[in-house]
């Protein structure tokens, strides 16, 4: 069974920086491109970032590039989000799961919130 365990998340001024991690297990992690998600209030579930299989390649939504950086450790089944000078429209809950067809078992996520 898939489990992902997302980390790393709380509140931070604007401007601020977070990691995030998360944990996988449940299927051979090395086969599969993963990405991060977020979700705000109110609004669709997103992705911000990916990164394949043995993470030569990333790709990042236009208003994060530049700020957050998506990596991963093919060792460990983690994968993580680094982000610098966050704003308070990065304020969501952040899920990681495969890309491009996440796994139909998401993880609780993590709550990042930005505000002075």
């Known amino acids: 069974q898939v489990h992902l365990v997302e980390s790393g998340g709380g509140l931070v001024q604007p401007g601020g920086s977070l990691r995030l991690s998360c944990v996988a297990s449940?299927?051979?992690?090395?086969?599969?491109?993963m990405g991060w998600y977020r979700q705000a209030p109110g609004k669709e579930r997103e992705v911000v970032a990916s990164?394949?299989?043995?993470?030569?390649?990333?790709n990042y939504k236009g208003s994060v590039k530049g700020r957050f950086t998506i990596s991963r450790d093919n060792a460990m089944n983690v994968v993580f989000l680094q982000m610098n000078n966050l704003t308070p429209e990065d304020t969501a809950v952040y899920y990681c799961?495969?890309?491009?067809?996440?796994?139909?078992?998401w993880g609780q996520g993590t709550q990042v919130t930005v505000s002075s």
């Open positions: 449940g299927f051979t992690f090395s086969r599969y491109d």
């Open positions: 799961n495969a890309r491009p067809l996440p796994f139909p078992d």
């Open positions: 990164i394949t299989k043995v993470g030569i390649s990333t």
